[in-house]
């Protein structure tokens, strides 16, 4: 069995709501690399962008996955852009079952709609979501497994990763 679940996906696709709620079913640990990030620096990701750029963040989310994905039993919920490095990839391959969550553009955009802290979609939310996603379209396709959440609630989605742990 896999002793860790990485969970990655377009923001939004439920990644940190549902690696919560998985991590307290299998009585793991959950970490969220974002969070991570944000208590590490003592800056949140926004603040983070402004300052130093995306290339900085980019540099911390690597380093969150060095230090975690050595650890077991866990759950590790990724930031939406987590995948675009192949560096990033391998790290998660390696070190856990990697599932994609997947959501269409259109409920994507109403579950970030309400949220400033997304420095990527800052301005037209609807614009922005659908620049990424067209940007993103194959970013999720390492994944062996992907999980469509558009009419499941968080806890059938984390119930439904859980049976495939278990398969
Ligand atoms: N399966 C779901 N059904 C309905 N609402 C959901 C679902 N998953 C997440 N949500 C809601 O969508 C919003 C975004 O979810 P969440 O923060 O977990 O996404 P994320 O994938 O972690 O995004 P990011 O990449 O920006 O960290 C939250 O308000 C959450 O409650
Ligand atoms: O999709 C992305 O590139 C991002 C998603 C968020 O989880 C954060 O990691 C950050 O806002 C960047
Ligand atoms: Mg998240």
Known sequence: MQRNIVLVGFMG????????????RLGWTFTDT????QEQTGMTISR???????AFFRERETEALQELLQRRNQVVSTGGGAVLLEENRRLMLENGLVVAMKAEEAVIVERVRGDKGRPLLQGDVVERVHTLVEARRHAYDFAPVQLHTDRLPPEEAARRIEEMLEA
């Open 34 to 37: 974002d969070a991570f990030i």
């Open 13 to 24: 696709t439920g990644k940190t709501t549902v690696g919560r709620i998985l991590a307290n």
């Open 48 to 54: 983070m962008f402004e300052e130093h750029g995306e």
